[in-house]
């Protein structure tokens, strides 16, 4: 596949204030042992893509730290490879505010690189994309950018005033991109997936600013509707943006239902950082049902419709339910824990209580001891 | 720049395992799978890295391509170095002609050009077929400090099982006066772990005298070691007393699996500060239904399971599904167990199927264990006996 991949890190990062206090929307953990990067590389990766800059604002140790060289994509390469692109500025320049900033502070990224086409993704967005597929249909189309958008109830997605919402003729070409329009029922949701040639982004980048605009959507996007060729492609598949704290808890747990996995992991194989954990061990007293455990925990008490992640410790006695776990949480003798995610290393001293419920989860942050 | 490297290691894994039957008919002892996330080799290798170690030269011969395959470049063990790093030595044709490696010794002495271009001053040898965890670095100081000529790490072994073992007999200092291969009646409990440092330069004299000699099997325990003692080199054991064993048998394969589990294991692979790196499968984390039951097992990634597994290791992909019991057994990795089938006291090799309703193994008083090659698949309701040992098609 004759393109590079852009993926921004940070954009949704106030979706979900809670997990990107320490971290980037990327870097959210995920499932056990993914972050939610993993999806966006993946994806890249399995299409063919094998070269990828990585737009970074800022929290970014913690997804520096997890995409390291890129070796575990595949993406430890001499040419491409993974690149990361920290903020671009001069001295008198804050940081970047949107997606046309961080854009323009890529530019020297893409003018050194030779691939032909960009793909560029977010990374607050679980599913499994072919991008070789849609890029085939997009020269088919001789289309300029190929905007892929899913279908989804209004009513199911939060905050549909910033979002984007695309019309399209019987060909696939998109008639009117508009924000926050008057609309119920099903609409089409742009992913901020998108796909054009690099030149022409480059061009679009350097117009736009040359102009004063600073808005990808609103200003890139919506005024060359009727200028340039934008087709939109419907992804078909799972798919889901994580836009609050309650929508990671949903959509997580959705993953014990077999079908939901089989649509993302059977299909492709996903990639993470690799740890070497040891196997997980069972102790004789374990009582698990429905759930979704990593490597490299030890599990002596009960744990229900809830995803352990790796190296999490369930003492004695202690009963999970409903919850996310984080890697390295550690519960005692006789805790109970009901509808609790708990970020990354809690600890969770013995008869601890902990209760909520499934539609407001409690969210404990990292490193806090209970 | 002329580099020198302290100590590098050879890590024999050419050994057929014959006694593994069908778990080795197509792969190499030390790639066997272990403890549902390794393959044997892995311990000897993470030792290495943890040990500060970072060159390693791995001897191959029999049935290499899984095993050649599984090393790579050596990256999880971070064995991809510039200088150094882990290599694979097969036999290879010179001029003289070709030969495969005869004993343990010839085949160090047919890569002695290898070591020789590390210019190492101590060769740490080490075979590919035992589990344990051990700091090599510890060996090396004591080799180091005692000036020895060649360092034998040993292990205190019950006096009941010591004729089995190659026993060292030794001083107050631990220096080695004999060697007895499997004597009939041990005169100490002390035995051989087949982990040798050498001087590099008494390691380059012997083993080329050893190759001139009529009649030496060019083998180290046999020949090389005694040969060396009774030349009056300094010959020191150093003790080791960690868990180890050698996984060279079906009984002492599945027996050190179980060790894995427990509420204190016997042999604990989750300490931080010991890592045992391997090739991570590419897989979800694993799914247990509301219909399955769990209880004293050892369980990796992508399992699927929906009945019953006690006291069993199960590597990654393995599915169970419901009704299925699994009770004392060794899955390997892609192992599919089908509804009400049962499977006891077995090991069962890469992407086996036991298909519903079918009977694997049971429980014995006298533990028979029944083994199932990769690939094979056990048909609709039939049974393996107890004890059977079946080919399998991988």
């Known amino acids: ?370 | 720049m002329i580099y020198k490297k302290k100590c590098m290691a050879m890590l024999l894994a050419g050994g057929q395992g014959s006694r593994l039957y069908a778990l080795t008919s197509k792969i190499a002892k030390p790639a066997v799978s272990f403890g549902g996330k390794y393959r044997i080799i892995d311990f000897p290798l993470s030792n290495c890295v943890n040990s500060g170690i970072d060159t390693v030269g791995v001897l191959t011969q029999y049935q290499p391509l899984l095993l050649n395959e599984y090393i790579g470049n050596g990256q999880p063990w971070d064995l991809d170095r510039n200088f150094g790093g882990v290599h694979i030595l097969s036999p290879y044709q010179a001029k003289e002609g070709s030969e495969w490696f005869k004993g343990t010794a010839n085949a160090i002495y047919q890569n002695l050009y290898f070591i020789k271009r590390y210019n190492p001053e101590h060769v740490l040898i080490l075979s590919g077929d035992h589990i344990y965890k051990m700091d090599y670095s510890k060996m090396l100081q004591r080799h180091i400090e005692t000036n020895a000529d060649c360092t034998i790490a040993a292990l205190k072994v019950p006096m009941s099982e010591a004729s089995r073992f190659g026993i060292l007999n030794v001083n107050e200092n631990g220096e080695i006066y004999e060697f007895e291969e499997k004597p009939k009646k041990p005169k100490s409990d002390l035995a051989s772990m087949g982990i040798y440092i050498f001087k590099a330069e008494k390691l380059y004299k012997y083993l080329e005298e050893d190759e001139k000699l009529e009649g030496s099997r060019n083998d180290f325990g046999g020949d090389v070691l005694p040969r060396m003692l009774s030349l009056g080199e300094k010959m020191m054991s150093y003790e080791f007393s960690g868990y180890w064993k050698d996984v060279g048998t079906i009984s002492s394969l599945y027996d050190a699996n179980m060790d894995l589990l427990g509420d204190t294991p016997n042999f604990q692979v989750d300490e931080k500060s010991w890592i045992i790196r391997s090739r991570n499968p590419i897989a979800p984390p694993h799914y247990v239904s509301d219909k399955a039951r769990v209880v004293n097992s050892a369980i990796v990634s992508g399992c699927e399971i929906a009945g019953t597994v006690e006291n069993s290791v199960l590597s990654h992909h393995v599915e169970i599904e419901e009704g299925a019991i699994v009770k004392n057994s060794i899955l390997f990795a892609g192992v599919k167990i089908c509804k009400n089938a049962v499977v006891e006291n077995a090991i069962i090799a890469e992407y086996a199927v036991v298909e519903e309703g079918a009977t694997v193994g049971a429980i014995t008083d006298d533990k028979k264990i029944t083994v199932l090659g990769g690939g094979y698949t056990v048909k609709k309701g039939s049974k393996i006996e107890a004890g059977e040992i079946v080919e399998g098609t991988l």
């Open chain 1, 1 to 370: 596949m004759n393109a590079l991949g852009l993926v921004f890190s940070n954009i949704h990062d106030n979706n979900v204030p809670e997990l990107t206090q320490e971290r980037t929307m990327g870097s959210i953990p995920f499932l056990g042992r993914y972050r939610l990067i993993d999806f966006a590389l993946s994806n890249l990766v399995n299409s063919g893509v094998a070269k990828v800059g990585l737009i970074t604002k800022s929290n970014y140790q913690s997804l520096m730290d997890h995409v390291g060289s890129g070796k575990d994509w595949d993406l430890a390469r001499r040419r491409g490879g993974l690149h990361i692109l920290p903020p671009f500025g001069l001295k008198d320049n804050v940081l970047y505010s949107t997606r046309l900033e961080a854009l323009r502070g890529a530019k020297n990224f893409l003018a050194r690189s030779d691939e032909e086409y960009v793909v560029m993704t977010d990374c607050d967005n679980v599913c499994v994309m072919n991008f070789d597929k849609i890029l085939t249909e997009h020269k088919a189309k001789n289309a300029d950018i190929t905007l892929v958008y899913v279908k989804k109830d209004a009513n199911d997605v939060k905050d549909v005033l910033s979002k984007m919402i695309v019309s399209t003729a019987d060909n696939g070409r998109v008639t009117d991109i508009s924000f926050a329009p008057r609309v119920q029922g099903e609409i089409n949701l742009y992913t901020n997936v998108c796909i054009l040639k690099r030149t022409l982004l480059q061009t679009l980048i350097a117009d736009a600013f040359s102009h004063g605009y600073n808005h990808f959507g609103k200003d890139v996007l919506v005024r060359n509707v009727n200028s340039l060729r934008i087709f939109a492609h419907e992804h078909k598949g799972y798919f889901v943006a994580l836009n609050s704290l309650q929508s990671y808890y949903k959509e997580s747990l959705k993953f014990l239902d077999k079908s939901v996995r089989d649509e993302i992991f059977k299909k492709v194989d996903v990639y993470t950082k690799v740890k070497d954990s040891a196997p997980t061990r069972y102790g004789a007293s374990a009582v698990v049902k429905n759930s979704l455990i990593a490597d490299g925990c030890v599990i002596e008490g009960t744990v229900e419709n809830s995803i352990i992640f790796r190296g999490v410790k369930i003492g004695r006695g202690t009963v999970v339910k409903n919850s996310i776990l984080m890697q390295g949480t550690i519960t005692g003798e006789n805790v109970s824990l009901n509808s609790i995610v708990a970020d990354k290393n809690v600890v969770i001293k013995d008869r601890r209580v902990l209760s909520a419920c499934e539609s407001l989860p409690f969210y404990i942050s990292k490193n806090i001891i209970v």
